[in-house]
DNA sequence: CGCAACAATTGCGCGACACAATCTAACGAG
DNA sequence: CTCGTTAGATTGTGTCGCGCAATTGTTGCG
């Protein structure tokens, strides 16, 4: 438990820490789809619907098709999710002047204050959360979250381009 | 960009990789939620379903109102859900002897078996990510993700005692 | 011995999603 | 220039999960 250890024992406790950090994401996660859902309810849209706005938020407007490849629903579903959304005054419909078939949906100033505002509590406790880390500190959880959000990513695309069952 | 900095400067670093960290969040938790999705119907279930059998793993074996209270949802809701599960041989029912109203649902060693298996992928890849990290690094992290959870856990809580628009 | 309270389960309607058909627009070949 | 093909978005149709309310079985209290 000292700082100094040997390699043996310092590698113990590195799986040891490791398996923790891997066994809290789970009940981590089950909380913020718990989050997401409860925000989306009040947002009175569904949570595949606020999933959409973040997707247009964080990787910029798109047309349908797009945005039915990035949150992982059919052209149709996405079509009439775009619908409610638009209801609600979170996205609006441009169409482009190019191409008359494309349509790109973006976000609208609305949708992106809702964003916040909805995401506000959650935030601002994540932001106490961080005041107790240094400068090295922060550093370091920036540099997993950013891997973590990578292999997310890159297990999305796996579970996607696979078969089922394999 | 020294590691002497004045404190102003430091402030600003800091809550510039606050800031950073806070950012990216999001984009990771939209990854994880689609994980989640995506797991789950290869598993012949909902995503609620997933999370039901994530919340009976996580904290233990409970009756159908407690798991709805978990899970957020309404106790008819959560009784066809159970149904599902079973179907799937996730979990069993287990009537009370003490109260022969409640009914216990645990899971099955082969529903918590799916669970590990379907996300060996994530968490492997997880596993490689924290490999990059010495000791107290890993310790930093293992501090953030179980203040992240309990923040995650009091937000849940907050917005669903919380009335609406409020 | 009723009678209220509790726990789990169904009857019912709403709505979100997948699948397939439809419609418009752009592109290419002759 | 015209027609067939492709791309993009939308709309019928069915399925199914969820919330709400009523039902059944069980416990405990007066």
Redesign the pocket.
């Known amino acids: 438990m000292t700082k100094k250890q040997q390699e043996t024992a310092q590698n113990d406790v590195d799986e040891s820490l490791a398996a923790q950090v891997v066994g809290t994401l789970p009940e981590w996660i089950t909380q913020l789809i718990q989050i997401n859902t409860l925000i989306a309810n009040r947002m009175g849209v ?1 949570a ?1 619907d606020f999933h959409c706005l973040h997707a247009l938020h964080q990787d910029g407007p798109a ?3 797009v945005l039915a490849g990035r949150v992982g ?5 996405t ?6 959304l638009a209801d609600a005054g979170c996205v609006k ?1 441009v169409p482009d002047p190019g ?5 790109v949906i973006e976000p609208t100033a609305e949708g992106l204050d809702r964003i916040t505002t909805y995401y506000a509590g959650l935030t601002a406790r994540t932001h106490g959360d961080l005041a107790d880390f240094d400068d090295d500190q922060l550093r370091t959880l920036l540099r997993f979250v950013e891997a973590a959000r990578d292999s997310a990513i890159a297990e999305v695309d796996r579970l996607r381009s696979a078969q089922p069952d394999e």
Chains 1, 2 share one sequence.
Do not use: Q
Request: proline share 5%; charged share 35%; net charge positive.
């Open positions: 569904v595949t047309t349908a098709s629903l059919t052209p149709g579903s079509s009439r999710m775009i619908d409610r419909r191409d008359r078939r494309r349509i």
